[in-house]
């Protein structure tokens, strides 16, 4: 069984709807991230999550509003998304401030379809 | 300038060989750390193998090594006795400082196949 969950790994929505993508990881750790994965591009940053502190925003349109409630669970909610927000979303989470590496370790990821 | 480069979009390799996949990156922090991914078509990102910047010695996995060029920047994936399991594509990734937090930067990624 995989560290990190996402729910669900396959979700179509119309540019009005409003959903949310959900993010579990059973590895104790502190840090959690949001990903965006388009064709051919390389994965994008979208949100940082350290000790359920936001800690980086890169830019990211307001319809994209993410959610850390504990070290555990981490949520993107989604609104009045347009057809280019199609992609996979990935989360990640990471030990956090203890040192060492600080691997990142992906969920399966949701893939997203706006039509 | 990009921070990762992967310059092979897809690769090809016989089964049983061994195969290098390329990464070249670029920073100025001395302190930083190269990683390697896999991601199926499943989509899942599985972690490979780390190197760190002060890392004496190349990093190795099982069947995974690193091969770390810190002068010419270049941290290379060795596959060696490719399977074909092994069908997918590779992210070079790269964290720069020792900060949680600290961005991620990831290559375009190259996409291999193993041929029976």
């Known amino acids: 069984e995989t560290g990190v969950t996402q729910t669900p790994r396959h979700l179509v929505m119309g540019m009005t709807n409003k959903k949310s993508l959900k993010c579990e990881q059973h590895?104790?750790?502190?840090?959690m991230y949001w990903y965006k994965q388009s064709a051919k591009k390389p994965l994008e940053l979208m949100f940082v999550?350290?000790?359920?502190?936001?800690?980086e925003n890169n830019s990211v349109p307001s319809r994209f509003s993410p959610e850390c409630p504990n070290s555990s669970h981490l949520f993107l909610h989604l609104h009045t998304l347009q057809p280019e927000d199609s992609a996979l979303y990935l989360c990640?989470?990471?030990?956090?401030?203890?040192?060492?590496?600080?691997?990142?370790?992906f969920g399966p990821g949701t893939r997203l379809t706006v039509l | 300038a990009q921070k990762i480069t992967q310059t092979q979009p897809g690769m090809f390799v016989q089964e049983k060989e061994a195969v290098t996949l390329d990464c070249t990156y670029d920073?100025?922090?001395?302190?930083?750390?190269l990683f390697w991914y896999k991601q199926p078509s499943s989509g899942e990102m599985i972690f490979l193998i780390y190197?760190?910047?002060?890392?004496?010695q190349n990093a190795t996995e099982g069947r995974y090594s690193l091969n770390f060029q810190k002068a010419r920047k270049s941290a290379n994936l060795v596959i060696s006795a490719s399977q074909l399991g092994d069908s997918a594509m590779y992210f070079c990734?790269?964290?720069?400082?020792?900060?949680?937090?600290?961005?991620?930067?990831f290559g375009t990624g190259t996409s291999l196949t193993v041929i029976p």
């Open positions: 590895l104790g750790h502190n840090a």
């Open positions: 990734a790269m964290r720069e400082g020792r900060n949680t937090g600290n961005q991620f930067y």
């Open positions: 920073t100025s922090d001395p302190s930083y750390g």
């Open positions: 190197q760190g910047s002060y890392d004496q």
């Open positions: 999550y350290s000790l359920e502190e936001r800690v």
């Open positions: 990640a989470s990471s030990p956090g401030p203890a040192g060492g590496p600080d691997t990142q370790y």
